[in-house]
């Protein structure tokens, strides 16, 4: 799904947005899901962004891909006690991401409710 982003590069946070949330949910140290009121995922915000590419996906996002976003669309999904995060990034480079992100312990049952 396409969505609205924001790049600060003083942080190197990218924030995803598909729609208004209602809470938020830290999955790891600088992974935070935002949900709506049904418990939908609608963004996320990754903290120190270019750091966690590397250390969760392929490591080929760098703080220039960052900077140079056009459009940005994402996919939400849950496997067994996993988060499943795809960003497609286009810019300089179009670029594909797969972020893995293992349940912490008490969050198997948030995984379980999210849409």
Sequence with gaps: ???????????????LSLGRSNESVELRDGVILDLDKAGKVVGLELF???????????????????????????????????????????????LKEKLTIPAADGQSELLAAVA
């Design 1 to 15: 799904m396409r969505c609205t982003w924001e790049y600060d590069d003083a942080e190197d946070g990218l924030f």
């Design 48 to 94: 120190d962004a270019s750091r966690l590419f590397k250390a969760l996906g392929s490591g080929g996002v760098t703080k220039k891909d960052l900077q140079a976003l056009s459009e940005v669309s994402v996919a939400f999904t849950k496997w067994r006690h996993y988060f499943v995060i795809e960003p497609e990034l286009r810019g300089a480079r179009q």
